[in-house]
């Protein structure tokens, strides 16, 4: 019988492997159809015109680039050169699938050999007729570079030189145009390649500079030396009369070169006068109000939670829940398989008709699924109130009490999202028990890297899954995840030592920074003096900035990235470029993306499926992130505001805002700077000031 099921396991191998050769030779032949098309005439014209000069990687230089100082503004691209354009991609795979990230016309340019930058680098630029920048190309290969050089002059790229022209050996002129050109010459090989220096002796001049093109070169042209050994019985007046103004330049600074030169020298200059800056507000602060950082209280206030017992019974409390939770899908699985067995019987008896049984099975799955959705709501309401309860009776103070809700929130997402999924699996099932459905193992739809390739419902509702599911850092449940190829030790000593780095700069921006710039906002806000309450909140906004980027970081970049390596989860995309948004909207859908997902996948998605215009279905997911933010800060404060709450809902009226003046100023710039402004200025300086004013005057009330 083994024997049997292992021919039986290698022949279905065997056709899955078969398979997928022929797949991948399909797309091979597909492929060389593009390739023969791309190269071969297809393209309109004469086909002559658009074949390949030359096609490799090269280094291409980023002028935007502001994170010069800890990384490298040269990034290597595949660039292609076809007569008359030049074009790159990010990478070789790109020229099949997707438009070039960027493509010049080689019509009226001319290069400029820049020579060799950093003892490694063989640069070179192509530029329009006015002298401004269009790219900047780099190699590490001196033969690389002249290959290069004369594939662009292949494909019309000029290449000028500087100076008289002078009659060749055997009487024929030399090519030598006049214009901006290499600042040097390249003879031979990379040894010989040497800076001609005429008139004024800087590197950086390209007064008389003369250089030898492609067709010199195949003619036995003039070299610089036997030039130079001629120019010197001219007389002594030679270097005099060499032109200074050689063509039509723009000025640095100005609008048509300064998006193109290299500003990393600003940059810099930026970076260190927001540090002189800082530093000297640090001093102030040290001088105004002494050291009030103190680490060992906030130790000893999540150590010791001033005796405290309720609030540490809700901790196992929590972990009942959620077994609790576990059990209720394996009774719904359960009462799945009976309802299956019974309609299996009923079909092989044949004592009524099909339509009958579907009736009679449709009546019990309704049933189950009626106890099943009572059962799971009972209990993932428990999971809030109980927590919620006994901090609020027991007047639990905010640090620990904010751990506690923060961890309540995250198992009533994490449940919410296994009984979603469950439930969705139990109805695909009543569909075809057999069928491996989006998920499940060889469905066609399930993750990579995974850990087994047998997981299937209700196989998934064990105790060891569940309890990954739980540690795991995501809140949308499935039957299997990617995972990493190994556990690093070393690289998660870095990520905790990090970690508790960033914590301690929460703490100190908070006790040293925020707090008293509070405790001098409250008296200004209770006599309504305006002018001070603005001044305090455009104080405010830094130091809650920097306390923001510092949790920002030390969550979503350490600790989340700490329960991966420790439970080797592979998917580890927990934000996006959200510091790149141009609109409110655009934040909201990068920034925190396990919460982004469950929100899209557990009610914007369900919602429109019911029917319901996706305008309110987004506002109903701003909703319950209002719910949430809400309670997340009003319950560990003994107070519930709503602050936090309109200050979400108004994200739905600023989003609109935002993409406005993003289509009437046509920038994306502008578009950052008005989500900046907004982030820092507008909403938490202005949202913590509100709830500590009534915090302090609570607690002292009390």
């Not at 093109?213 to 005099?240: C, E, H, I, P, V």
């Not at 000297?280 to 103190?294: Q, W």
């Not at 990520?495 to 920074?513: D, K, P």
Request: aromatic share 12%.
């Amino acid at each position: 019988m083994l024997l049997k099921q292992a021919y039986h396991k290698l022949r279905d191998d065997g056709q899955a492997d078969q398979q997928v050769i022929q797949d991948l030779e399909e797309e091979n032949q597909r492929l060389r159809k593009m390739i023969a098309a791309h190269g071969e005439g297809s393209m309109p014209g004469n086909s002559a015109m658009w074949s390949v000069a030359k096609s490799g990687y090269l280094n291409k230089y980023r002028p935007r680039a502001t994170s010069s100082l800890w990384a490298n503004t040269w990034e290597p691209r595949y660039v292609i050169v076809r007569s008359g354009s030049l074009m790159y991609y990010k990478n070789e795979r790109d020229v099949y699938r997707y438009p070039p990230r960027g493509q010049l016309s080689l019509r009226g340019t001319f290069v400029d050999v820049e020579g060799l930058k950093r003892r490694k680098y063989w640069t070179f630029r192509v530029m329009d007729g006015l002298g401004v920048d269009l790219v900047r190309l780099s190699t590490e290969s001196h033969s690389e570079m002249t290959a290069w050089l004369d594939a662009l002059e292949d494909s019309g790229c000029s290449r000028k030189q500087y100076g008289e022209k002078q009659a060749s050996a055997d009487g024929e002129a030399d090519d030598v145009v006049s214009g901006s050109l290499r600042r040097s010459a390249v003879h031979g090989s990379e040894g010989d390649f040497q800076r001609i220096q005429s008139g004024y002796t800087s590197d950086q001049s390209d007064m008389g500079t003369t250089v030898t093109s492609r067709a010199q070169r195949g003619k036995g042209g003039q070299t610089s030396k036997q030039k130079d050994t001629k120019m010197k019985g001219l007389g002594t007046g030679y270097d005099g009369c060499v032109p200074v103004h050689m063509h039509p330049k723009f000025s640095l600074l100005s609008s048509e070169r300064i998006r193109v030169s290299d500003q990393s020298g600003m940059v810099t200059l930026m970076f260190i006068i927001l540090a002189a800056a800082n530093f000297r507000l640090i001093l102030e602060n040290m001088i105004k109000y002494g050291i009030r950082f103190n680490p060992f209280t906030f130790i000893r206030a999540i150590v010791t939670p001033s005796g405290n017992i309720p609030l540490l019974l809700c901790w196992p409390a929590l972990g009942m829940f959620a077994g609790i939770g576990l059990v209720i899908e394996q009774l719904a699985a359960a009462m799945l398989r009976r309802d299956l067995m019974k309609r299996m019987g009923e079909e092989k008896k044949e004592v009524m008709s099909s339509d009958e049984i579907s009736k009679r099975f449709n009546k019990r799955r309704k049933f189950a699924e009626s106890v099943t959705f009572l059962l799971n709501l009972i209990n993932t309401s428990l999971v809030l109130l109980v927590p919620f309860h006994i901090i609020t009776v027991t007047m639990a103070e905010p640090l620990p009490s904010f751990g506690l809700t923060m961890m309540t929130t995250v198992l009533w997402f994490k449940l919410v999202s296994f009984i979603h999924v469950n439930w969705s699996l139990r109805q695909l099932k009543c569909i075809d028990p057999r069928r491996r459905w989006p998920g499940e193992s060889l469905s066609g739809s399930e993750p990579l890297a995974v850990e087994t390739d047998d997981m299937v419902y209700p196989a998934n509702l064990s105790l060891t899954q569940f309890s990954y599911f739980l540690v795991a850092p995501t809140l949308c449940y499935q039957l299997s995840y990617p995972r990493s190829p190994r556990f690093r030790v070393r690289w998660l000593m870095r990520r905790i030592v990090m970690l508790s780095a960033g914590l301690g700069m929460m703490l100190f921006f908070f006790e040293q920074y925020i707090e008293p710039t509070i405790d001098n906002s409250m008296k200004p806000l209770q006599e309504m003096d305006w002018l001070v309450v603005i001044e305090r909140v455009l104080k405010l906004s830094i130091p809650t900035l920097y306390f923001w980027l510092a949790m920002f970081y030390s969550l979503f970049e350490l600790w989340l990235n700490v329960l991966a390596e420790i439970t080797r989860f592979g998917d580890r995309e927990f934000y996006k470029e959200w510091w790149n948004a141009t609109t409110l909207g655009e934040y909201w859908r990068l920034w925190n993306m396990p919460v982004h997902k469950w929100m899209l996948r557990h009610v914007y998605f369900p919602a429109t499926n019911l029917g319901i215009p996706k305008f309110y279905a987004g506002v109903l997911v701003f909703f319950i992130s209002a719910i949430f933010h809400e309670v997340l800060v009003g319950v560990p404060l003994h107070m519930l505001r709503g602050w936090a709450f309109w200050g979400l809902m108004l994200q739905v009226p600023l989003m609109w805002v935002t993409e406005q003046l993003k289509r009437h100023f046509q920038s994306d710039r502008v578009g950052n700077a008005i989500f900046w402004i907004s982030f820092c200025f507008l909403g938490q300086p202005i949202a913590e000031i509100l709830y500590f004013h009534d915090y302090r005057k609570s607690h002292q009330f009390q």
